[in-house]
């Protein structure tokens, strides 16, 4: 048996060969590349769809394409190449585009079925390591997929080739989205079910917890009152208002945790002499993944929500996501 380091160098030679591989075949992108992406575009915006069809490894690839292309707002469905020549070859239509994959560019079943491809008006889009292929000769324009070599260690398993038609295909979908100016409602449409389709459909009213829940005090408050305020509110920090009851600041346990340690004092002493000021906050009206956003971005456990007019009306807890499937 190999030695545990020995393991490791090997997945590190695959990570080489294949990191070697996606460099190759981003230095062969050309105009061909944004032919394609116009092509799709074009039938796109025509009612036309988006057919991928592949053999094999490159037919897999083929099939996670054609899902990212479709979740991306590009209609996309795929075709069985064995079945395409007993009836299926209804999924196409005049107008379409057919992305075909096959890294020899050669595989039987993908050759034999250009011929009744050909009988549509379709843009025939191939995706092949083989430059000069059958497949290639019979394409309105190829997309070069070509790497050094394989990461199986006799050159034959597709790896290196699959994880760069992964990535062309890829480059594609975003190539796509972005030239028909898909946006991040578009993409929530699509996954509505899904964390991130809520994030980007919710506000963060519909997210915050609001009236008994929402801690607030007024910045003359001792700090030994606030904390009955948040115990009583379950909060784990209190929004500290002014004589408006407009957001100044901000005290949360952890604070009191940190200047208790070196301040006996610390109770008695107002929320506005303790409090930290201008405190990040986000709008009610806000989408959720902008909460998100900042939880990311900042190391905070709570996120204060103002209205319009800076009032602190919620509070975003970051234990509350889970429960939520935000994260």
């Given at each position: 048996?190999?030695?545990?380091?020995?393991?490791?160098?090997?997945?590190?030679?695959?990570?080489?060969?294949?990191?070697?591989?996606?460099?190759?075949?981003?230095?062969?992108?050309?105009?061909?590349?944004?032919?394609?992406?116009?092509?799709?575009?074009?039938?796109?915006?025509?009612?036309?769809?988006?057919?991928?069809?592949?053999?094999?490894?490159?037919?897999?690839?083929?099939?996670?394409?054609?899902?990212?292309?479709?979740?991306?707002?590009?209609?996309?469905?795929?075709?069985?190449?064995?079945?395409?020549?007993?009836?299926?070859?209804?999924?196409?239509?005049?107008?379409?585009?057919?992305?075909?994959?096959?890294?020899?560019?050669?595989?039987?079943?993908?050759?034999?079925?250009?011929?009744?491809?050909?009988?549509?008006?379709?843009?025939?889009?191939?995706?092949?390591?083989?430059?000069?292929?059958?497949?290639?000769?019979?394409?309105?324009?190829?997309?070069?997929?070509?790497?050094p070599r394989e990461a199986c260690p006799f050159n034959l398993a597709p790896t290196a080739s699959t994880t760069a038609m992964l990535a062309l295909g890829d480059a594609l979908a975003m190539a796509v989205l972005?030239?028909?100016?898909?946006?991040?409602?578009?993409?929530?449409?699509?996954?509505?079910?899904?964390?991130?389709?809520?994030?980007?459909?919710?506000?963060?009213?519909?997210?915050?917890?609001?009236?008994?829940?929402?801690?607030?005090?007024?910045?003359?408050?001792?700090?030994?009152?606030?904390?009955?305020?948040?115990?009583?509110?379950?909060?784990?920090?209190?929004?500290?208002?002014?004589?408006?009851?407009?957001?100044?600041?901000?005290?949360?346990?952890?604070?009191?945790?940190?200047?208790?340690?070196?301040?006996?004092?610390?109770?008695?002493?107002?929320?506005?002499?303790?409090?930290?000021?201008?405190?990040?906050?986000?709008?009610?009206?806000?989408?959720?993944?902008?909460?998100?956003?900042?939880?990311?971005?900042?190391?905070?456990?709570?996120?204060?929500?103002?209205?319009?007019?800076?009032?602190?009306?919620?509070?975003?807890?970051?234990?509350?996501?889970?429960?939520?499937?935000?994260?």
């Amino acid at each position: 048996m190999l030695a545990a380091v020995d393991y490791l160098a090997q997945a590190r030679k695959v990570f080489d060969i294949e990191i070697q591989a996606l460099r190759a075949v981003r230095k062969q992108l050309n105009g061909d590349f944004a032919q394609a992406v116009e092509t799709i575009v074009e039938a796109l915006r025509h009612r036309g769809k988006i057919v991928v069809v592949g053999i094999g490894k490159s037919g897999n690839v083929g099939r996670k394409i054609a899902a990212t292309l479709t979740s991306t707002g590009s209609t996309s469905v795929v075709l069985d190449s064995v079945d395409a020549l007993h009836g299926d070859l209804g999924l196409v239509n005049d107008g379409d585009v057919v992305l075909a994959l096959s890294y020899s560019g050669e595989s039987e079943e993908l050759v034999n079925l250009v011929p009744a491809l050909k009988r549509f008006s379709i843009k025939l889009i191939s995706m092949t390591g083989g430059h000069k292929s059958s497949l290639a000769r019979h394409s309105d324009i190829v997309l070069n997929a070509r790497v050094p070599r394989e990461a199986c260690p006799f050159n034959l398993a597709p790896t290196a080739s699959t994880t760069a038609m992964l990535a062309l295909g890829d480059a594609l979908a975003m190539a796509v989205l972005q030239a028909r100016g898909f946006k991040q409602h578009d993409f929530a449409k699509r996954h509505p079910s899904g964390a991130i389709g809520r994030a980007m459909l919710l506000r963060v009213g519909e997210i915050m917890r609001a009236g008994e829940r929402n801690a607030v005090a007024p910045r003359e408050l001792l700090v030994r009152d606030a904390l009955l305020v948040m115990t009583q509110a379950k909060s784990g920090s209190i929004s500290v208002v002014d004589k408006r009851g407009k957001l100044v600041g901000v005290f949360t346990d952890g604070d009191f945790r940190r200047q208790m340690a070196n301040d006996p004092d610390l109770l008695s002493k107002r929320l506005e002499a303790v409090m930290t000021r201008d405190p990040i906050c986000v709008r009610e009206d806000a989408l959720a993944v902008t909460a998100l956003k900042i939880f990311d971005e900042r190391n905070i456990d709570d996120l204060i929500v103002v209205n319009a007019r800076r009032e602190p009306v919620g509070l975003v807890d970051s234990q509350d996501l889970p429960k939520l499937k935000l994260m």
